[in-house]
């Protein structure tokens, strides 16, 4: 086993598993649904939390407050949402939610003199 990377407990235990070829039955067995134990676990479907389900409205908020062919800097956005500005978010947030919505095609950023302007896709 390589130490070039961090060792997680289900490289851990895969490990055990490859080299006690030699230990009792239900050590193995026990190894075996550890690894099956952390597979299901990290395959579960998850809720999203409060905060991501809070950013979805307010995401959806800014798409319905932008205009076509307008473009805006994140700063106009805070300050010009109702949602946001009623939430007291910060333009740091905004600006993290404004990435996401470039990420999901919803929105197009442009730099001019080194400014960020948001205008719909």
Not at 19 to 46: I, N, W
Not at 69 to 93: F, H, T, W
Request: aromatic share 4%.
């Amino acid at each position: 086993m390589t130490t070039t990377s961090k060792t997680t407990q289900r490289s851990a235990l895969t490990y055990a598993i490859e080299h006690l070829p030699d230990a009792p039955a239900d050590v193995l067995d026990k190894l075996t649904a550890m690894v099956a134990s952390l597979d299901k676990k990290s395959s579960a479907e998850r809720k999203p939390t409060a905060k991501q389900v809070e950013n979805a409205g307010f995401k959806a908020d800014i798409l319905a407050w932008m205009e076509p062919d307008a473009k805006y800097l994140s700063a106009d956005i805070a300050k010009g949402v109702p949602s946001v500005v009623a939430a007291g978010l910060s333009a740091n947030r905004v600006t993290a939610m404004l990435t996401q919505l470039v990420n999901d095609g919803a929105i197009v950023r442009t730099e001019d003199k080194r400014k960020n302007y948001y205008s719909l896709a």
